[in-house]
């Protein structure tokens, strides 16, 4: 499995209401300074990762985004990799979930 999805692939996905973790690892600025998130997505601090993955469901895949699908989206994999999870990161982040015309929700 690739360490990353692209945005169409991460659609076709939630269309097909396929069981997933969507994780928002924005920098609080980031993620303060934007009015939305991808739809059934949750924000959780990057820098917390050792606290909030002992509560990731282990039954399903974990995709995660950050702003660009860099530096954040790519140590924070390395570490859930590390406690033995699977999952993938959304190629461009946010930027490219944007730029490929993903939907949007109103941040909770």
């Known amino acids: 499995m ?8 991460l659609r076709k996905l939630l269309d097909a209401k396929t069981p997933l973790t969507l994780l928002d690892l ?15 997505a949750r924000w959780l601090d990057h820098e917390k990762i050792e606290e909030w993955s002992k509560t990731l469901p282990r039954d399903r895949e974990i995709v995660l985004y950050c702003a660009h699908g860099k530096t954040i989206s790519n140590t924070a994999l390395d570490k859930l990799y590390a406690l ?7 190629e461009g982040g946010m930027a490219g979930w944007k730029d490929a015309g993903g939907a949007l929700a109103a941040k909770s």
């Open 2 to 9: 690739s360490r990353s999805i692209t945005a169409p692939e």
């Open 26 to 40: 924005r920098r609080r600025a980031d993620f303060d300074a934007d009015t939305g998130m991808i739809p059934v």
């Open 84 to 90: 033995g999870f699977k999952g993938r990161f959304i």
